[in-house]
């Protein structure tokens, strides 16, 4: 039997509110824009394919530092539902690791590509990549900013329960890492209520936390800040989970372990959490460290969700930011 056509693009709900040039931090994208996003990306995930014309023929690059399994293939597999080929291009692999620069890169890069994708160390050189590429840049994480991660988030929040503005979320743990500052901003553009709970040493930086808070006045969220787990979650419906050791910082292992060590999810501490609550956790997971397997399998668990709604976000960010960029070049 054959499959009935799926509606052309013209018909489709698209983006409309101020799409930035480029996604390094969640914070391009304003409150109506993120909103907006996300609906498309609900539209996506439920009608995945017909999505193609506007894009087909096109091509991404993957510029990948850092190993990557849920980025890389979402964001390749949201490529090829639009009708574009993704190359992935591993630093080693290209003149960058041997000594162009990253501007040379970006400007070359263009020349061939609708969209750059980088995942990285430092935030500089998502931003060094941005002002030399004349097609979007999309931050695949660096070290401090993971907007991707942050609309399947948000994406997996909404689904589960039906409305961001007003939620409750605590995150446990390291409160200096890229997934804490982008779901802080994440937050804050919804209007939901964060408490991180950090230990000393790792709070969140205080320009992330200002910024938030100013966005927060406008929208209604809040932020909190503080040392007890405990404390955090005794009213969140959402409880994040952080890698205790990030994948560039292989060398602090044995110093963040004790650090952390009071940090983690697991039944004891969602004893104290409402009955309702759900626990996130971006992946990859050690089980036994910052999440037990019990929590990370349990009914609670939204982290399998977290990780399948990376596709449809992917999906609907290139295309909102590749069709826009077009629309203004011609
Ligand atoms: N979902 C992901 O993209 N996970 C990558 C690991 C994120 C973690 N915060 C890290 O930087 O190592």
Redesign the pocket.
């Known amino acids: 039997m054959t499959q009935p056509l799926p509606a052309p693009e013209a018909d489709r709900p698209a983006v409309t509110g101020k799409v930035p040039d480029d996604l390094l931090r969640v914070s391009d994208l304003d409150p109506p824009t993120l909103a907006e996003l996300l609906d498309l990306a609900a539209d996506m995930k439920e009608e995945p394919l017909g999505w193609e014309r506007d894009l087909r023929g096109g091509a991404i690059g993957c510029v990948f530092e850092k190993p990557?399994t849920?980025?890389r293939v979402s964001l390749a597999t949201a490529a090829h539902r639009l009708g574009m080929t993704a190359i992935v291009l591993n630093r080693q692999e290209l003149q960058l690791g041997h000594g162009e620069t990253v501007a040379d890169t970006a400007r070359v890069l263009s020349s061939y590509l609708d969209a750059i994708t980088v995942r990285t160390f430092d935030h500089a050189t998502v931003e060094q990549m941005a002002d030399a590429a004349t097609v979007p840049v999309v931050n695949a994480?660096s070290n401090t900013h993971?907007p991707c991660?942050s609309l399947a988030d948000l994406l997996a929040l909404r689904e589960h329960f039906g409305a961001l503005a007003g939620m409750t979320a605590a995150f446990i743990g390291d409160g200096t890492?890229?997934?804490c500052n982008s779901f802080l901003a994440a937050c804050a553009a919804s209007g939901m209520h964060l408490t991180i709970a950090a230990p000393p040493g790792y709070e969140t930086d205080m320009d992330i936390l200002r910024k938030a808070r100013e966005l927060m006045t406008h929208t209604g969220g809040s932020v909190s800040l503080t040392t007890e787990p405990i404390e955090a979650v005794g009213a969140a419906q959402a409880v994040y989970a952080?890698?205790w050791v990030?994948?560039d910082r292989h060398h602090e292992r044995e110093a963040r372990t004790e650090h952390l060590a009071a940090y983690r999810v697991d039944d004891a501490l969602l004893a104290h959490a409402p009955r309702e609550a759900v626990v996130m956790h971006?992946?990859?997971a050690v089980r036994g460290q910052e999440i037990t397997s019990e929590v990370l399998d349990g009914p609670r668990s939204l982290v399998w969700r977290q990780a399948a709604n990376r596709l449809p976000t992917a999906q609907a960010a290139l295309h909102t930011l590749i069709t826009t960029a077009r629309r203004h070049t011609t």
Do not use: A, D, F, Y
């Open positions: 990557s849920r980025t994480l993971h991660q890492s890229n997934t952080e890698v990030p994948m971006c992946l990859p």
